[in-house]
């Protein structure tokens, strides 16, 4: 009996419900990812760690101190709850202040950014993701990373993740990568890349950058 361990990794439960995000995204597509593909990375997780010294950290230490398949499904646990964290039925369609100003000075623009990070993610050979990720300074990195890579590992922090498994868009659009990006696009909020932007950095500098542009979150 005292074997039994209690589970140390639980599925983040979506911030909507299934159905919130058509027409870009499907019930069925959500039921899949979340319920199905999410929970796996979870279960495995948890299933690796156990009696392990991992089952002790948090998931984010997990990350930084394991590979192989502990770091795969630990990796995929954490991106995909940031994944679906990031979505929203009724977005907000545009940045504005501090993160706005570092789109601007580091791509030109948001519509440059969209388009870099969706070549990125065109670009990439079998399954991986494209972050938009700040370092400690707020300068901004798009850059795509394979399988369940995460820029947390290189202590960046990560603003917008693009999955580019098939399995993030295979139901409602088979092979048409670019529709399921596209689409991806249309429910991504905002308002939750600027407040993790803001997270991104440290708490004065933030709040004078505030002051400047009028409009942090
Ligand atoms: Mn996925």
Redesign the pocket.
């Known amino acids: 009996m005292e074997n039994v361990s209690p589970k140390k990794i639980y599925l983040t439960p979506l911030p909507y419900s299934k159905s919130a995000l058509q027409p870009y995204i499907s019930e069925e597509t959500l039921h899949y990812?979340h319920d199905l593909?999410?929970a796996a990375y979870v279960n495995r997780l948890d299933e690796l760690i156990e009696g392990t010294p991992f089952a002790a950290m948090s998931l984010c230490d997990i990350i930084r101190h394991s590979d192989g398949a502990v770091f795969n499904n630990a990796a995929?646990v954490w991106?995909?709850t940031f994944?679906f964290s990031q979505l929203a039925p009724s977005p907000k369609r545009a940045p504005e202040g501090v993160l706005l100003e570092a789109i601007k000075q580091e791509f030109g623009g948001v519509e440059e950014l969209v388009r870099t990070m969706t070549s990125h993610a065109m670009q990439l050979f079998g399954s991986g993701w494209v972050w938009l990720s700040a370092n400690n300074k707020g300068q901004l990195y798009i850059e795509a990373r394979s399988n369940a890579g995460t820029p947390l590992v290189d202590d960046l922090h990560p603003l917008i993740a693009i999955?580019v498994?098939e399995?993030?868009y295979y139901i409602d659009h088979r092979n048409a990568r670019a529709k399921g990006i596209e689409a991806l696009w249309k429910v991504l909020d905002w308002s939750v890349a600027e407040a993790r932007y803001c997270k991104a950095l440290d708490e004065k500098r933030c709040r004078a950058r505030e002051q400047r542009a009028e409009s942090c979150l």
């Open positions: 990812h593909h999410h995929q991106n995909h994944y999955d498994w399995h993030a």
